[in-house]
């Protein structure tokens, strides 16, 4: 980082400055409620669902904040880069660990079932009801 970059980053105005503090207090309200989310919720599933969509919108709440006050160059662009990381791979991740579960065998709560595979070319939808019938078609 050079000495203007540093000089700007520590004079950052009053708008700057609150959009920073928003920032990072907003991203750390999510991380928090991401982690009593892991700890209270009952399976593999629901935990999941809670570390991937409330760790990710704080984690780059805080990644946004730090390129808000750094400025999109140097630091700043590192953040974005980190933002964009973030948004591609928490949701992969998240689905390929419910993927994994389902096929272990880990059970669902009472009443939820994972949806049935329709085959290709099958006239028959997800619920087992006939799709032409279901249109009107006969």
Excluded: C
Aim: glycine share 10%; charged share 10%; net charge negative.
């Amino acid at each position: 980082m050079t000495a203007a970059e540093t000089a700007a980053a520590a004079t950052a105005g009053p708008v700057r400055a609150a959009l920073v503090i928003l920032l990072t207090v907003v991203g750390s309200f999510f991380l928090v409620v991401g982690t009593i989310g892991l700890l209270r919720f009952p399976n593999v599933y629901n935990r999941m669902h809670a570390t991937s969509k409330a760790t990710t919108l704080g984690a780059a709440s805080i990644a946004l904040a730090a390129t808000v006050y750094y400025l999109p160059h140097g630091d700043g662009l590192m953040a974005l880069v980190t933002v964009l990381f973030l948004f591609l791979t928490a949701p992969t991740g998240a689905h390929m660990i419910s993927q994994a579960a389902q096929r272990m065998g880990v059970p669902f709560l009472d009443g939820v079932t994972w949806p049935k595979q329709v085959a290709s070319g099958d006239a028959d939808t997800a619920d087992g009801t006939d799709a032409d019938a279901a249109n009107g078609d006969d």
